[in-house]
């Protein structure tokens, strides 16, 4: 639809601003009275010789569109007011056609990967792993949207310094069938008690740095604690995953590229990038902190893995992009990751992109594994589940498969709870919002998708009639909201920000649900199945929208 007006308005300038350029520079007035489109000037002034009021007068004497009811000059800006009868019977014809795949692109833009949830062998996945796993399931699935393959890859922490302190805390303090009972809770009992004992005794710090070399030089022993404290932490956590619906490609993690940081370390030298420092060997960059490629006692560090992984990545996938999903505290890491590569002399470093995000904060402060304090993401889940089941035992205990439904909705607050706040801003844990599904939650997106359900299934409509006199002005409102969900689409993923569909399924929700206050749309008329083809479409967006934030929609509540 944009696409078509950006033609017209070319067109009125004589093909002296391409379509693209147009297309970018069309924006949504903020109040309707500005009208439905708004083209500002300014940017073209100095490419046309004119003043923006002057370009605006042109564009409304010369533009010629269908789509087009009304032009005005405000300024420099075209403000642009749609035919309402016709954007109506296009929109929702289309979704009535395409269903699901409205907003899909179909060409297919090859291959991209995220890098997402990564959470730390022998420790318990915490609620500070949320927002890893739950922004990048979501930007993997509107990544897929816009026409790429997708490639999830989960980089577990299974490698590192904090091994060597589980190995010597084990060693210490562990028992084995204490262990294998309740793998990770046991765990993190010695892993917070070597804390404890390091604060005291700082010689256990050594005995860990020894610990983790001989893991690094091959020591069975060493090898096999490692696989051990792996093979028990992947189990609990693919019961996570389980439970948020979410899947992966790979679980390669930091411990796969071992055998491949050699060769990145071997040509960083012959490149002339390799510096001494202190005994470490580093990378210099400009504006920066050396980049820190290994110790002085010749262990690796994150930055030589993630080297190594994104040179695996690159050989074993040919990604057009690879999105990095870590938080906030990680920027200088893949900034200087970034530069490492594109001093290398390789200019795919510009299609690595850290999507950085902000932290869930207990009381104001940052949730700690190693002084235990914690919140399990588990026992979240849990308790939304339960939440749901209470409060449909109290509305509807007659609904049938009440656990599913509970199940459905329990973790889809919990996953929307995460994603309708802007990706950067910090998150104060608060299991009370959580589970209050009214207001802005993902509940009240969920029944409003479940009314609609209910409505059309009364109804037993099969074929629909699309007429915008049937449906009055009151869905105009909700009618532009549809006509703007691929740009939604296409600015979520630009922006690499899951935020933008969370609260455009709210703005549409809350705007349904006004049409739906004052208009029956059940009553036996000529126009019925007209207002049952708005509904339609409005339910088919909804539940797209909650399945790109990896949210299920349950068809009864």
């Not at 033609?7 to 949504?28: C, F, G, P, T, W």
């Not at 096999?224 to 992966?248: C, H, P, T, V």
């Not at 012959?270 to 490629?293: F, T």
Request: include cysteine; glycine fraction near 6%; charge should be negative.
């Amino acid at each position: 639809m944009n696409t078509q007006i950006a033609n017209s308005i070319a067109m009125a300038l004589n093909n002296e601003v391409s379509v693209n350029d147009i297309q970018y520079l069309l924006e949504k007035p903020k109040n309707l009275d500005l009208g439905d489109l708004a083209f500002p000037c300014f940017t073209l002034a100095k490419k046309l010789r004119k003043s923006p009021t002057s370009i605006a007068s042109d564009i409304k004497n010369n533009l010629s569109c269908d789509l087009i009811q009304e032009v005005q000059v405000v300024g420099g800006y075209v403000n642009i007011f749609y035919h309402q009868p016709t954007i109506t019977h296009q929109v929702l014809s289309q979704i009535v056609k395409e269903k699901n795949l409205y907003g899909t692109q179909q060409e297919s833009k090859g291959n991209v990967v995220l890098d997402f949830s990564s959470p730390n062998i022998a420790k318990p996945f915490s609620m500070g792993h949320l927002r890893s796993t739950v922004i990048g399931n979501a930007l993997a699935n509107i990544t897929k949207k816009n026409g790429y393959q997708t490639i999830r890859v989960n980089h577990l922490g299974d490698w590192g310094t904090q091994f060597g302190k589980l190995i010597v805390a084990y060693r210490k303090w562990g028992d084995q069938k204490t262990i294998e009972a309740a793998p990770i809770e046991e765990l993190l009992k010695i892993y917070v008690k070597f804390h404890e004992e390091a604060e005291l005794d700082d010689t256990l710090n050594k005995q860990a740095r020894t610990a983790f070399k001989a893991l690094e030089d091959g020591d069975e022993e060493a090898l096999a604690l490692w696989q051990w404290f792996r093979d028990a932490s992947l189990e609990e956590f693919k019961s996570i995953y389980q439970l948020l619906g979410i899947n992966f490609d790979s679980f390669a993690g930091e411990a796969y590229y071992n055998d491949k940081m050699p060769a990145v370390v071997k040509e960083l030298e012959e490149k002339g990038l390799l510096v001494q420092s202190d005994g470490a060997y580093v990378v210099e960059i400009a504006n920066m902190p050396p980049c820190l490629i290994t110790k002085t006692d010749g262990a690796t560090l994150y930055a030589t893995r993630d080297l190594a992984a994104a040179f695996y990545r690159k050989q074993q996938y040919d990604p057009e992009k690879i999105f990095y999903v870590v938080g906030n505290e990680q920027s200088l890491h893949f900034k200087q990751l970034f530069k490492v590569i594109e001093k290398m002399g390789y200019d795919w470093a510009k299609d690595l992109q850290h999507v950085p995000f902000g932290m869930i904060l207990k009381e104001g402060k940052k949730m700690s594994t190693r002084k235990g304090k914690i919140v399990l993401l588990a026992d979240v889940l849990k308790e939304a589940i339960a939440t749901a089941k209470r409060n449909i035992e109290e509305k509807n205990p007659n609904l049938e498969d009440k656990e599913n439904v509970a199940y459905q909705v329990g973790v889809g607050a919990v996953i929307f709870n995460d994603l309708k706040n802007d990706r950067l801003h910090d998150i104060e844990f608060s299991i009370e919002h959580m589970m209050n599904f009214e207001g802005e939650t993902g509940p009240y997106i969920q029944y409003t998708y479940a009314r609609i359900s209910s409505l059309l299934e009364k109804a037993n409509e099969h074929s629909y009639e699309v007429s915008f006199e049937a449906l009055g002005e009151q869905a105009w409102p909700v009618i532009l909201l549809l006509e703007q969900f691929p740009k939604i689409i296409s600015n979520a993923f630009e922006l690499a920000d899951p935020s933008q569909i969370a609260k455009y399924a709210l703005q549409l929700a809350r705007q349904f649900n006004k049409y739906y206050a004052q208009n029956k749309v059940l009553v036996v008329d000529s126009q019925r199945t007209s207002r049952l083809a708005f509904c339609h479409c409005v339910a088919v967006v909804l539940k797209e929208s909650l399945a790109l934030l990896g949210i299920a929609a349950p068809k009864k509540m």
